[in-house]
């Protein structure tokens, strides 16, 4: 919780709003501890008066207009739910940009549609470098595990991990495909390109309608790459577990599928 302090005039707060979730507004006087209201200007103009009972119910702070589109949410002075839904939102908005950090978590948003950015000269511009010095990328995060895993001999683990419908498969085919690309040098081996050829078949497993996704991963999917001591991918094996089931349209029969 922010000191009562910073809630003067001329701050910046976000208020709930019920067709947009999360508004902001801008405080018009100081708050003063014992007040039960705090004046605020709206985005439209207009004047509120948001109710506080106790200083707990005090809105969360906007942060500064300079941090507004940062690729790092922990960079942020205020980091609560209205700040991250916002700062994501410029940044796919305003910056065409799916990937932003949250320390050395990779938060993305799935665009819903095909995007130039995963080419082999996107997957070189990201080979040896730090997560730091890039953008954020699904590939930063590759490069981080791949080299680490290279240069300490240990074994490393992305967890990928969203709702329904957010991307997470096609996020572990783009994984593997760097993996495949790095690892292979300028030719992919007949291992990697199996590797890769099995991806239509990682999202055949356990896929069903569902209501929010027509063709959703009902197994969460465990794979194992296997490397050798060059690097290069020698074997990858894959594990389906956890069935979730309890949004699935409807259940098919061997009837059903024989009538098909």
């Known amino acids: 919780m922010a000191t009562m302090e910073l809630y003067s005039k001329g701050a910046s707060v976000w208020i709930p709003d019920p067709d947009a979730v999360w508004v902001s507004a801008q405080i018009l006087q100081d708050y003063r501890p014992g007040e039960t209201h705090l004046l605020l200007r709206l985005s439209d103009g207009r004047e509120a008066q948001y109710p506080v009972a ?16 940062e690729n790092d949410l922990t960079a942020l002075s205020f980091l609560h739910e209205p700040a991250v839904l916002h700062n994501l939102r410029v940044r796919f908005l305003d910056y065409s940009s799916i990937y932003t950090y949250c320390g050395i978590v990779l938060v993305a948003i799935n665009p819903y549609d095909q995007l130039p950015i995963y080419g082999e000269e996107v997957i070189d511009a990201y080979s040896g470098q730090d997560m730091a010095d890039m953008e954020p990328h699904i590939f930063s995060v590759a490069e981080e595990a791949y080299r680490t895993m290279t240069r300490e001999e240990k074994n490393q683990s992305i967890i990928i991990s969203g ?52 063709n959703s991963s009902r197994f969460g999917k465990y794979i194992e790459i296997g490397f050798g001591r060059k690097g290069d991918i020698i074997g990858a094996n894959m594990r389906t577990y956890l069935l979730e089931k309890s949004r699935v349209v409807f259940q098919v029969t061997s009837s059903s599928l024989l009538d098909e």
Request: overall charge negative; aromatic content about 4%.
């Open 163 to 214: 709702e329904s419908g957010s991307g997470k498969t096609v996020s572990a085919k783009f994984t593997m495909r760097y993996f495949a690309v790095v690892g292979g040098a300028a030719q992919q081996t007949s291992i990697e390109e199996r590797v890769l050829a099995s991806n239509p078949i990682m999202e055949a497993i356990g896929n069903a309608k569902t209501t929010r996704n027509d």
């Open 54 to 69: 106790a200083p707990a119910d005090l809105p969360p702070l906007g942060n500064p207009d300079i941090l507004e589109g």
